[in-house]
Nanobody, 122 residues
Framework: QLQLVESGGGLVQPGGSLRLSCAASGFTLANFAIGWFRQAPGKEREGVSC???????NYADSVKGRFTVSRDNAKNTVYLQMNSLKPEDAGVYHC????????????????WGQGTQVTVSS
């Protein structure tokens, strides 16, 4: 059964860090670009970052220099390291499998995880 499971979310103070994980099962993650998206209450889902099969990365302007996406194909897992977190980074973070390569366009993604909550508050 194809599945993506996110973990690592939680409550962090502004300026803090979190590392999210996206573990894949039922398929070989190395064969696909994987994206990270977030959705805050009342807002549309927005692309945060993606990583291609070859390791190339893209980031939304709002997270460039603060977030880093990486993959460990041996563990079938993609990570999102989030540093210098801001209150506006809060939301449910989802990982997803792309059908079109590495892009932050939500329309390119066909399989989604259930998400992990990130709260940034003092």
């Amino acid at each position: 059964q194809l599945q993506l499971v996110e973990s690592g979310g939680g409550l962090v103070q502004p300026g803090g860090s979190l590392r999210l994980s996206c573990a894949a099962s039922g398929f070989t993650l190395a064969n696909f670009a994987i994206g990270w998206f977030r959705q805050a209450p009342g807002k549309e889902r927005e692309g945060v970052s993606c990583i291609s099969t070859g390791g190339s990365t893209n980031y939304a302007d709002s997270v460039k220099g603060r977030f880093t996406v990486s993959r460990d194909n041996a563990k079938n897992t993609v990570y999102l390291q989030m540093n210098s977190l801001k209150p506006e980074d809060a939301g449910v973070y989802h990982c997803a499998r792309s059908v079109l390569g590495c892009t932050v366009d939500v329309r390119a993604y066909g399989y989604w995880g259930q998400g992990t909550q990130v709260t940034v508050s003092s």
